[in-house]
C-alpha cells in the first residue's frame, strides 16, 4: 500500500503499477513489471531458486526491515533483502539451514518447546538470550515457525533477551516444521544481526486422520526423499490408536 505525502506531492512504496520510494527529500517512481511469469527455461530455475529464500525474506521485512540498513530504492524490500542473503542458496536451493552463511551464530539463542497440544496443533516456544543482561535489553529477538515449503508459519519479534511465540496449526499440509530464531543487537547508530538458532526439524506425521509428531532420537536415519519421510517395510503398526515405530 503506498502512502501519499500531498504537500510534497510524492509517495512511498506500491501504488497500482508503480513504486514510490523517497531519498533526501526526493523522491522516484518506478512501474512495477507487467508479468512476473518466467518466459524461459533460465528464468524460470533463477524464479525458483529464490522461492524458498523470497517466501522467508517477506516475512522477515515486515518486521525487521528497519535493522538491516538496507535500500529498497531499487526493488521491493523483501527482494532487497533476497540480494543481501544471497548466499544462503547453496546448489540452486534454499534451506532454512542455509541461513548459518548469512546469519552469525555468535551468542547463539536457545530455542525452547513451551507447549505443543496435540488435539489443537497448538503450541508455544521461545527463544532466550541466556547471557543477556541489562546492556542487552534493548536489542531486537525474532523467533518464528517454518514449513519444508519455507512458509512462515507464525512470527514474532519482541525487545528484550526473551520472547514466546504462540499459534495453532490450522491444518498441516506439511512435511515438517522447524523454529528460528536471530536478534538485532544495538551496534553504534545500526544493528548488529547475530545469534542464529535453528532447531532440528520436526516431522509430522498423519496416519489414519490421526496427528502425530516426531520427538525420538534415531538409531539410524530415516530414509528421505524430495522431503517426504519413509520407513523400513513392516517399521510401524498402530495399536490402541497409538503410533509404534521401530521394533
Same mark, same amino acid.
Given at each position: 500500500m503506498g502512502k501519499i505525502n500531498i504537500l510534497k506531492a510524492g509517495y512511498n512504496g506500491k501504488l497500482g503499477q508503480t513504486y514510490g520510494t523517497e *531519498?533526501?527529500?526526493?523522491?522516484?517512481?518506478?512501474?512495477?513489471?507487467? /508479468?512476473? @511469469?518466467?518466459?524461459? /527455461?533460465?528464468? @524460470?530455475?533463477? %524464479?525458483?531458486e529464490f522461492i524458498g529464500l523470497n517466501r522467508i525474506a517477506s516475512k522477515v521485512v515486515k518486521k525487521m526491515w528497519q535493522y538491516f540498513q538496507l535500500s529498497d530504492k531499487n526493488c521491493y524490500k523483501n527482494n532487497a533483502l533476497c540480494k543481501h542473503w544471497k548466499k544462503a542458496l547453496k546448489g540452486g536451493k534454499f534451506s532454512l539451514d542455509n541461513l548459518k552463511e548469512v546469519i552469525s551464530e555468535d551468542e547463539k539463542l536457545k530455542i525452547d518447546t513451551v507447549l505443543f497440544d496435540y488435539s489443537n496443533y497448538k503450541f508455544s516456544y521461545s527463544a532466550k538470550d541466556e547471557n543477556g543482561n541489562e546492556a542487552t535489553q534493548k536489542q531486537i529477538i525474532y523467533l518464528a515457525i517454518v514449513t519444508n515449503e519455507q512458509i512462515t508459519k507464525a512470527d514474532i519479534t519482541g525487545q528484550g533477551n526473551n520472547v514466546i511465540l504462540s499459534s495453532i496449526f490450522n491444518y498441516i499440509d506439511f512435511a515438517y516444521f522447524q523454529v528460528w530464531a536471530f536478534k538485532a543487537v544495538p551496534a553504534g547508530k545500526k544493528y548488529a544481526i547475530k545469534g542464529l538458532s535453528i532447531t532440528n526439524p520436526v516431522f509430522? +506425521?498423519?496416519?489414519?486422520?490421526?496427528?502425530?509428531? /516426531?520427538? #525420538?532420537? #534415531?538409531?539410524?536415519?530415516?530414509?528421505? %526423499?524430495? *522431503? +517426504?519421510?519413509?520407513?523400513? %517395510?513392516?517399521?510401524? %503398526?498402530?495399536?490402541?490408536? @497409538?503410533?509404534? +515405530?521401530g521394533k
Amino acid at each position: 500500500m503506498g502512502k501519499i505525502n500531498i504537500l510534497k506531492a510524492g509517495y512511498n512504496g506500491k501504488l497500482g503499477q508503480t513504486y514510490g520510494t523517497e *531519498e533526501k527529500g526526493f523522491f522516484s517512481v518506478k512501474a512495477v513489471p507487467f /508479468s512476473h @511469469t518466467p518466459h524461459n /527455461s533460465k528464468q @524460470t530455475q533463477a %524464479k525458483n531458486e529464490f522461492i524458498g529464500l523470497n517466501r522467508i525474506a517477506s516475512k522477515v521485512v515486515k518486521k525487521m526491515w528497519q535493522y538491516f540498513q538496507l535500500s529498497d530504492k531499487n526493488c521491493y524490500k523483501n527482494n532487497a533483502l533476497c540480494k543481501h542473503w544471497k548466499k544462503a542458496l547453496k546448489g540452486g536451493k534454499f534451506s532454512l539451514d542455509n541461513l548459518k552463511e548469512v546469519i552469525s551464530e555468535d551468542e547463539k539463542l536457545k530455542i525452547d518447546t513451551v507447549l505443543f497440544d496435540y488435539s489443537n496443533y497448538k503450541f508455544s516456544y521461545s527463544a532466550k538470550d541466556e547471557n543477556g543482561n541489562e546492556a542487552t535489553q534493548k536489542q531486537i529477538i525474532y523467533l518464528a515457525i517454518v514449513t519444508n515449503e519455507q512458509i512462515t508459519k507464525a512470527d514474532i519479534t519482541g525487545q528484550g533477551n526473551n520472547v514466546i511465540l504462540s499459534s495453532i496449526f490450522n491444518y498441516i499440509d506439511f512435511a515438517y516444521f522447524q523454529v528460528w530464531a536471530f536478534k538485532a543487537v544495538p551496534a553504534g547508530k545500526k544493528y548488529a544481526i547475530k545469534g542464529l538458532s535453528i532447531t532440528n526439524p520436526v516431522f509430522i +506425521i498423519i496416519v489414519n486422520g490421526v496427528f502425530y509428531i /516426531s520427538r #525420538w532420537k #534415531w538409531t539410524s536415519q530415516p530414509y528421505i %526423499k524430495n *522431503e +517426504i519421510l519413509y520407513f523400513q %517395510k513392516d517399521d510401524c %503398526k498402530i495399536q490402541n490408536n @497409538t503410533l509404534f +515405530i521401530g521394533k
